[in-house]
């Protein structure tokens, strides 16, 4: 059996786009629940390593970092710290550890932490490959994602830490990237048809005509059957996911999703 969730975004407070900012959170939503006191899971952006927050330029409260087993105000109700447009300049500039990519802090509703998605390679600002660890610092996963390349789909790949054979997710399954080619001469039309649309309309309504290649991701172990298979599935013109609890942790199901909901918004 599979549910549906959405992941949304809350306390961006200072961010600029294309910026994450330190305290961050994203959200894990049921299908038909949108308020945030209805949300299976947190999941909070945090510095790799970085200073406290009252030595940074723009100053504020410390923001302790995340302990394994412990409650951090992560909780329904919980003010994030302060995050100010001159923390996130910083942050920013070329060398400064805060331009890296996050460390993800997954936590329950009770303001527990679940779980931790860091990179392996700390300081970099998009790295190949992550460890999940539970609550305790008992490894959960390794997640890894792969860039695509002329003939080569990107993918993300998930290795349990029990051994267990590995789930993969490449980009736009092989049936929409045949359909992609297909259909490419006909939407040169509608690319011309968009520049006229965005000329006229002084760009008001470009976005309705925006095409672009697949961009729906199926989780699944080799040889796995189309649909029964699926271990996690994030489809683009429905921005959500569906997850069998069956074929994969809760937990990982999250930690994976945040990071390519991450990945979808500030880089791709």
């Known amino acids: 059996m599979t549910t549906g969730f959405t992941v949304d975004i809350t306390g961006t407070t200072g961010m600029r786009s294309g910026e994450w900012a330190e305290g961050e959170e994203f959200l894990i939503l049921p299908d038909g629940r949108q308020r945030h006191e209805d949300a299976a899971c947190r999941v909070r952006l945090c510095a790799q390593d970085g200073p406290p927050r009252e030595d940074r330029p723009g100053g504020g409260t410390p923001a302790a970092g995340p302990r394994p087993g412990k409650r951090d105000g992560a909780g329904p109700g919980t003010a994030l710290p302060e995050v100010t447009v001159a923390e996130v300049e910083t942050r920013t500039r070329p060398g400064n550890p805060f331009a890296a990519h996050p460390v993800l802090v997954l936590h329950d509703m009770d303001g527990k932490t679940v779980a931790t998605v860091s990179p392996e390679v700390p300081g970099v600002a998009e790295p190949g490959s992550f460890r999940m660890v539970d609550d305790q610092g008992a490894a959960l996963c390794r997640i890894t994602r792969t860039p695509g390349r002329i003939g080569r789909r990107s993918h993300w790949r998930i290795d349990p830490a029990d051994g267990g054979p590995p789930l993969i997710g490449h980009r736009g399954t092989l049936a929409g990237w045949l359909g992609f080619v297909l259909l490419l001469p006909f939407w040169l039309l509608f690319f011309a048809g968009s520049l006229l649309v965005t000329m006229v309309s002084l760009g008001?309504?470009?976005?309705?005509?925006?095409?672009?290649?697949?961009?729906?991701?199926?989780?699944?172990?080799?040889?796995?059957?189309?649909?029964?298979?699926?271990?996690?599935?994030?489809?683009?013109?429905r921005s959500g996911y569906r997850w069998n609890a069956r074929l994969l942790d809760s937990r990982i199901a999250y930690g994976q999703a945040v990071l390519h909901y991450f990945t979808k918004v500030h880089k791709d």
Request: charge should be positive; hydrophobic fraction near 50%.
């Open 204 to 237: 008001e309504v470009s976005e309705l005509l925006v095409w672009g290649a697949p961009r729906r991701v199926v989780w699944r172990r080799r040889r796995a059957l189309p649909f029964v298979g699926n271990a996690l599935d994030f489809r683009y013109l």
